[in-house]
């Protein structure tokens, strides 16, 4: 508890919000009581929404659930929360990324692209410039997705980057 007491209060300072008391031990029952192994996503769902029931705008909750979701490959419902998430906190870089990913797969290459890009303001990843220029690639825009292996390639250089980048020029 002591752990999570610190994490919440540098999360409420970073994001200008207040993360009720209550949440924090409403969360360590409940993932104690559920989720004694890693393996048990949909226990962690219930966690999740049972803290959202108390506190419905706790942000960190929603992303949260929607990582959960991100990791089982449910894209729609980790959609849902990401949005929710951002509804309460438009900046947080993490659940945009992530969101944005979760577009990408979902085949909205557009939607994609722009919240990336939101995403890249606040925070530069290279793993943000592989997903616009693939989304590039799929709407078949070889031209701008090397645009864009270029500047993440400036920005953030990485492996990766330069891997996808040769693919795309072949």
């Keep these: ?18 993360v009720d008391n ?3 031990d409403l969360i360590i029952d409940l993932s104690e009581k559920y989720v004694y192994d890693r393996n048990q996503p949909d226990k962690a769902i219930e966690c999740y929404q049972k803290a959202l029931e108390y506190q419905p705008k706790a942000q960190v909750a929603w992303s949260s659930m929607a ?4 990791k089982e490959g449910d894209f729609k419902k980790a959609n849902e929360c990401y949005d929710k998430a951002l509804d309460l906190i438009p900046d947080d870089d993490t659940s945009l990324a992530n969101n944005a990913f979760c577009l990408m797969q979902l085949g909205e290459f557009n939607k994609s692209i722009e919240m990336s890009k939101k995403s890249l303001e606040i925070t530069p990843s290279s793993s943000v410039y592989n997903n616009i220029a693939w989304c590039y690639e799929m ?6 997705a090397i645009e864009i292996y270029d500047e993440g390639l400036k920005n953030t ?3 990766a980057l330069y891997n996808n980048k040769s ?3 072949r």
């Design 67 to 70: 990582m959960v979701y991100l």
């Design 167 to 169: 693919w795309s020029l």
């Design 22 to 24: 209550d949440i924090v």
């Design 157 to 159: 250089p990485s492996p």
């Design 1 to 18: 508890k002591e752990i999570l007491m610190k994490l919440k209060t540098i999360y409420e300072k970073y994001h200008f919000v207040t």
């Design 139 to 144: 709407l078949e825009d070889y031209e701008k």
